[in-house]
């Protein structure tokens, strides 16, 4: 029996999948190869919320769902007021960017969207995807399952889990300064370790309002819950309010090396191929960079993960990871250094991975201390 044969397959319809969809698509060098996107899902629930901060107006015109150029951040001993210009921090609803993704993609006929499983994907001259229903083979896939080894093998390497839980709130009254976010709230702890409140004001009277933690372990649902509870009472001093959605998400924040499963003709993409940006979870911008590489990599014919990371940042992020989880308490104590002793520019550009080897000293002045010194040692 002849197997549908595709040039290039994406296993899971997330955010680097469709992502990396649409740069296919939308780049005429590609018109005559044929794409499938395989996922169980159809991608119609808002199950997340990305955030991003860029200083020009990016590709994906009027997607964000709200705009800031002001952030709090609140440690225990004193409010940091960020004027984030000539940034824009934005945030994008993941329905609306499926639902543009989707209705971007259905327009081109050489890609198509498969609804099923995938069991299992295999190399031989030719890639072989398996799933529930059927088999495909592909001269390529983009693969962004998690693989099984990060947890076996994981304790070799530092990881940490950017856990979450938000509610989007909303109000009877204006109560919410919507010009601002609270980018990080310190002030409500869970005992010893690094948790905070993120506050994104849609409108005066509607927020996501979310608890995080960067720790070893999750906690239960109501932990979340009860957390957020006590923040909209005591530091909001809101008392009516109906929840009109909720979310959640586990990041891994790890030094694993992702990028190990690549192969010539398999390329792990998303959190799979280590495209989260370690020491912060953000993911939307580094996708977008990731993206734009993998295609300049195709059209050159190299590999398609070749010089996808920057060393001296892959560096930096294990020392900061190595501190977060040998001292978790220090958490705040770091972000309260960064946020006040950098400008905005030099913040932006090295979680971008765009700063000069000045602003990364400057940073590294911010962080100088016994616990950064021991782990920079640590992690040569």
Sequence with gaps: MHKPHYDYIIVGNGLAGLQLALALGNDAFFNGKQIALIDPSTKSENDKTWSFWETEDSIWGKLPYKTWQKATIYSSKKEIKLNLKPYSYKSIRALDFYNYAKANLKQKHNIHFITDTVTKVSEKELVSVITETNSYTANHVFDSRVTPHFTTQNKKHTTLLQHFKGWIIRTEFPVFDDTQITMMDYRLKDGNQTTFMYVLPFSKTEALVEFTYFTENTVKESTYDSYIKHYISDYLKIENYTIAETESGVIPMTTFPFSNNNTSNITKIGTAGGWVKP???????????????????????????????????????????????????????????????????????FLDEESTFTEDLKIMWSLFSFSFIKAFFRTL
Excluded: C
């Design 279 to 349: 020491s912060t979870g953000y993911s939307f911008k580094h996708t977008q960079k990731k993206v734009t590489k993998v295609v300049t990599n195709l059209k050159a014919n190299q590999p398609p993960s070749k010089n996808l990371f920057i060393a001296k940042y892959k560096f930096y992020d294990k020392i900061f990871l190595k501190v977060l989880k040998d001292e978790n308490h220090k958490g705040e104590w770091i972000f309260e250094q960064y946020y006040s002793k950098n400008d905005v520019n030099t913040m932006f550009r």
